[in-house]
């Protein structure tokens, strides 16, 4: 329920989440890796994962 009504919130606009599951921003256009209050990585899920960074070490 939670997944649906943000993929339909940002259809229109922009928005910034915050997840604790990958699934939840999974299909965003643009992610951003943080640590330390610092980006490290930026991308989409696939970019991320073909990084093979801290994102992706995330990832189960």
Known sequence: MVQV???RA???Q???VIAHRLSTIQNS???AAMSQRTVI???THKELMAQ???YCKLVP
């Open 5 to 7: 009504a943000l993929d």
């Open 10 to 12: 940002k259809a229109d």
């Open 14 to 16: 922009t928005c910034i």
């Open 29 to 31: 256009n643009n992610i």
């Open 41 to 43: 990585e930026k991308g």
């Open 52 to 54: 093979r960074g801290a």
